[in-house]
């Protein structure tokens, strides 16, 4: 049965999903039951299903992905705006919303330009224009993601070496570490879920 959840996407996932280079998003493996530490099992008080994340049989195989298995859904949400500064209860459609990602917020209207960026996990389910289908799910240390899963994650790939040569490593430290490094610092190698994605029509 495909499933449907919800996730927040940073900007730079969602410019490279608007364009159809999202392939993989990268998140923290945070604990959801009381007392669980990462690498213990998980008990029966977790509320999704367990996706076999590994095949050697490690306590990981009893992880539930919290962004779910091969085939289900994920609704993307993103930083947004009122485009006419309505209140929140306001809004009516999608044509109230301005995404800060893509730009399209530079044509708003004067009276908009005063209204706080919102965070994606406020906004309503119904003005996503992403919508993301799961196609695998791993479990590793962050430091064991490659350059071509950097490319998958989308990154913009500005930083270059000395010798001028893209650098892929501190594409991901930075954009791993504006996001989850007050908790989840690069340099500590945290375990991450890698999930393979696709972007679909909703």
């Given at each position: 049965m495909i499933a449907t959840r919800s996730i927040n996407l940073s900007e730079h996932e969602v410019l490279a999903a608007l364009d159809d280079r999202l392939g993989l998003v990268?998140?923290?493996?945070?604990p959801t039951v009381k007392g669980c530490k990462v690498g213990a099992y998980y008990t029966s008080k977790c509320t999704v299903e367990p996706v076999n994340v590994q095949e050697d049989g490690d306590p990981w195989d009893d992880i539930p992905c919290p962004f779910g298995g091969p085939g289900d859904r994920l609704v993307c949400r993103e930083t947004w705006k009122?485009?006419?500064?309505?209140?929140?209860?306001h809004i009516q459609d999608a044509g109230d919303i301005l995404y800060r990602a893509d730009g399209e917020y530079l044509t708003a209207k004067e009276d908009a330009a005063d209204e706080p960026w919102r965070s994606p996990a406020t906004m309503p389910a119904w003005a996503s224009r992403i919508t993301l289908e799961v196609e695998g799910v791993k479990v590793c240390r962050a430091f064991d993601l490659t350059g071509k899963d950097s490319l998958a994650w989308g990154l913009t790939l500005k930083s270059k070496d000395e010798q001028g040569v893209i650098d892929l490593a501190r594409e991901c430290r930075d954009a791993w570490n504006h996001r989850y490094g007050k908790r989840y610092p690069w340099e500590s190698s945290p375990w991450v879920w890698a999930v393979n994605v696709k972007r679909v029509l909703a």
């Open positions: 990268v998140r923290p493996v945070r009122n485009r006419w500064g309505h209140e929140f209860n």
